[in-house]
């Protein structure tokens, strides 16, 4: 391979996932036609994923933080670490997913044909069944963001390679170059958000700033996913409405997003109090620091 040809930079941000990592790694170890650097960084877990990595030898650097980043801050260390050029890309790679051994080399083929910034596969929560869990994010008005023909069965109705929104942050390729576009501080992934909506917020962001979005079918990734537990539940949110505070046009902004957030927290107030005294708290904290 050429010695001068892109790399792609696989990072792995991972907490209490040391009986995940060793089949993700062995997938990507499987991988054709790339050139490719694998970095774990694990968020101060108290499993025994250090000893699980050491297995892989110097195939794999791992970074121990003695502090949970969250996911997006996790990234973003890792990123601070590489080498990274405009022309290399970063796949941030959840620990749970398996790529196929080609999904990687068509991501990289994608995403140059079709001169888009980042792009996504075809990830199955279920490769047995075929059950979808994303062909990539949609975007509604409100500011909900979601995953494309989530819980289906895949019938074939994913099979033709378009533009979407955006990409799920389990798998996903992005340019070198968009990330220093994007990054703010050395950050690319806004560390206020710590968990969840980190990757629809770099969505948003980047068709602001006039970037696009590829899927690609072929590129088969096995993801499980989960539902994000309930005590997260105001995490979520309150992150939902910080991206939207960030992002919205400010027409929408003033009529039509304040609105809906405003009753939104109001009812979570009233009817689950707990959970909307957290997202509250979050916006009063964070708003700030996003906006000024």
């Not at 969250?70 to 970063?90: A, C, K, Q, V």
């Not at 790529?99 to 596969?121: F, M, N, R, Y």
């Not at 969840?196 to 962001?205: C, G, M, Q, T, V």
Request: aromatic letters at 12%; glycine letters at 8%; one cysteine or more.
């Amino acid at each position: 391979m050429n010695a001068d040809a892109p790399t792609v930079y696989i990072g792995i941000v991972t907490y209490k996932s040391a009986g995940l990592i060793t089949a993700c790694i062995t997938s990507l170890r499987k991988q054709r036609g790339v050139r490719f650097n694998i970095t774990v960084l694990d968020n101060n877990s108290s499993d025994s994923i250090a000893r699980v990595i050491k297995h892989f030898g110097n195939t794999v650097t791992f970074i121990q933080s003695t502090v949970n980043l969250g996911f997006g801050g996790g990234h973003n260390t890792i990123l601070r670490s590489l080498p990274l050029r405009d022309r290399d890309y970063y796949m941030a790679l959840n620990p749970d997913a398996l790529p196929e051994p080609d999904c990687i080399a068509k991501l990289v083929s994608a995403i140059q044909k079709h001169a888009a910034a980042w792009v996504t596969g075809k990830l199955y929560k279920d490769m047995h069944k075929k059950i979808i869990y994303s062909v990539g994010h949609a975007l509604q008005r409100d500011g909900y963001a979601f995953n494309i023909g989530y819980g289906t069965i895949d019938r074939g109705q994913y099979d033709m390679p378009r533009e979407v929104f955006g990409a799920p942050g389990a798998a996903v390729l992005y340019r070198g170059s968009m990330i220093h576009a994007l990054s703010v501080k050395g950050n690319f992934f806004d560390p206020n958000l710590f968990m969840y909506y980190e990757d629809i917020d770099i969505d948003w962001r980047a068709h602001l700033y006039g970037l696009h979005c590829w899927y690609e079918p072929t590129a088969i990734v096995k993801h499980p996913g989960g539902q994000f537990p309930r005590l997260l539940e105001a995490e979520v949110l309150a992150n939902r409405f910080l991206s939207i505070l960030k992002n919205a046009f400010i027409g929408d902004l003033i009529f039509y997003n304040l609105p809906r957030m405003c009753l939104h927290i109001v009812l979570r107030v009233i009817i689950t109090p707990e959970v909307g005294v957290k997202i509250l708290q979050k916006l009063f904290r964070v708003t700030p620091r996003i906006l000024f």
